[in-house]
């Protein structure tokens, strides 16, 4: 069982940065892909960005290439994604989620557990 707790959330002005982090629980969170994903009102969720367990290979949507960097800290159970250059199109709640033995996928069904979500507006 992995327990995630999103955090970092807020309002920012377009242009702006936000860092959102993702704290894990158990002693395992090295054998998890980690995923973030985010669900704008009356829109399906959509994947963001993930990032292997060990790190080394990331991936990107294109909507946030170039913008967005996902890094994780296995020996503080931590994964993080960095946002700039924020849109207003970025205005959602933001879910990290974690697949056990994955490789990074950008299918939500792929994430064997979820945070409770962050929100993230961004104004114009």
């Known amino acids: 069982q992995v327990q995630l707790v999103e955090a970092g959330g807020g309002l920012v002005q377009a242009g702006a940065s936000l860092r959102l982090s993702c704290a894990a629980s158990?002693?395992?969170?090295?054998?998890?892909?980690m995923g973030w994903f985010r669900q704008a009102p009356g829109k399906e969720r959509e994947f963001v960005a993930a990032?292997?367990?060990?790190?080394?290979?990331?991936y990107y949507a294109d909507s946030v290439k170039g913008r967005f960097t996902t890094s994780r800290d296995n020996a503080k159970n931590t994964v993080s994604l960095q946002m700039n250059s924020l849109k207003p199109e970025d205005t959602a709640v933001y879910y990290c989620?974690?697949?056990?033995w994955g490789s990074g996928s950008s299918d939500a069904n792929s994430y064997d557990y979820w945070g409770q979500g962050t929100q993230v507006t961004v104004s114009s």
């Open positions: 989620a974690a697949d056990k």
């Open positions: 158990g002693r395992t969170f090295s054998f998890y892909a």
């Open positions: 990032i292997s367990f060990s790190g080394s290979s990331t």
